[in-house]
């Protein structure tokens, strides 16, 4: 027993990350004001407050239990790093790989999309899991699984910047489809290695082929409805920038409402990009993101178009203007 306990602080601490990596000025990150610089930071704090907490191997329920006391609108931050540090830890164990499987048993019941954006950043610490991430995707939701390849992409975005983001040439190397959901979590970095800046994170865009666009601009609609905090007039502006991109533009955001909604963590800013770019409340994007995965749930699907392709699809579709007023009439 004494041996476990060793071994297990041992693992902790060589798996342990410092808070320096959240700190705009170490990552190199220009925001576009002071309010900006402390929410991105604070982001950052939440998720590594989640995931030094999990890497103590708690039992799944104190966790969760520990992971609900934080501050509302940064709770799922943390969620995703208590999934990234428990990911890690079945990872590098040699007996327990169960951790996973305990946790999202609880953490599904309010944050199932967030958890699989965690799994991501753990596969991205493992050389030979970066390798060949859809090789575990089958131990995950069927469906919401191709969120650990978003948060892989995020993960590449922010801490490899100069590689993924800054040289718009570099692709990986994985399947087809993987690469488009690894795109969508490279938009959702923009939020961060731009400092918010919607000029820059256009440009940024503007600077990938045009094929990767779409993703890309998904990918930021999901960092706004989530995570950002933007005025009306510069959600206003960002929807210029999209343009032909509006629909995965609008999907992103209807993914980020969903995801505060069904956990709970309301929020104006949420509200706020509902409201604007897709005309609707966060409720009804949630609630129409919810009706679109149970729609799609059981759909024959291919290597190009798994479902949860089908589930973004269908999304768009639902919020072209004459669908939503349609709907809302």
């Known amino acids: ?28 990150i220009d925001p576009k004001n002071a309010a900006a610089k402390e929410q991105l930071e604070n982001v950052g704090l939440a998720f590594l407050e989640g995931y030094h907490c999990a890497l103590k191997d708690l039992d799944a329920r104190d966790l969760v239990y520990s992971l609900e006391q934080g501050p509302a609108r940064l709770r799922g931050f943390s969620y995703e790093g208590a999934a990234m540090a428990i990911w890690l830890l079945d990872a590098t164990s040699i007996f327990s790989k169960h951790r996973w499987e305990r946790f999202y048993s609880l953490a599904s019941i309010s944050q199932p999309y967030i958890v699989h954006v965690g799994v991501g950043w753990g596969i991205a610490r493992l050389p030979w899991a970066k390798r060949n991430p859809e090789a575990y995707l089958r131990r995950f939701d069927p469906m919401l699984g191709w969120l650990a390849l978003d948060g892989l992409g995020f993960h ?17 190397r994985y399947s087809p489809y993987a690469n488009r959901v690894f795109d969508q979590g490279l938009g959702r970095s923009l939020w ?16 990938f082929d045009p094929d990767r666009r779409d993703d890309l601009w998904s990918g930021v609609g999901l960092a706004c409805a989530y995570a950002g905090q933007y005025s009306e007039k510069e959600l206003h502006s960002l929807m210029d920038y999209a343009q ?15 995801a505060r909604v ?34 799609v749930q059981h759909s024959p699907e291919s290597s190009i178009r798994p479902r949860y392709e089908l589930w973004r699809l269908r999304m768009q579709e639902c919020l072209t203007p004459s669908q939503t007023e349609k709907v809302l009439s």
């Open 244 to 258: 032909m991109h509006l629909p995965s533009f609008r999907q992103g955001i209807s993914f980020g409402a969903e």
């Open 156 to 172: 590449e975005g922010y801490f490899h910047t100069s590689t993924w983001i800054r040289d718009p040439s570099r692709r990986t």
């Open 1 to 28: 027993m004494a041996t476990n306990s060793l071994w297990k602080r041992i693992k902790s601490r060589a798996l342990s990350v410092s808070t320096d990596e959240v700190r705009l000025e170490r990552r190199r």
């Open 262 to 295: 069904l956990a709970q963590l309301d929020d104006e800013n949420t509200e706020r990009a509902c409201q604007t770019v897709c005309c609707m409340s966060a409720e009804q994007a949630a609630l129409w993101t919810r009706k679109a995965r149970t729609a």
């Open 192 to 207: 961060f290695v731009d400092g918010t800046d919607i000029d820059r994170i256009a440009a940024t865009i503007e600077s």
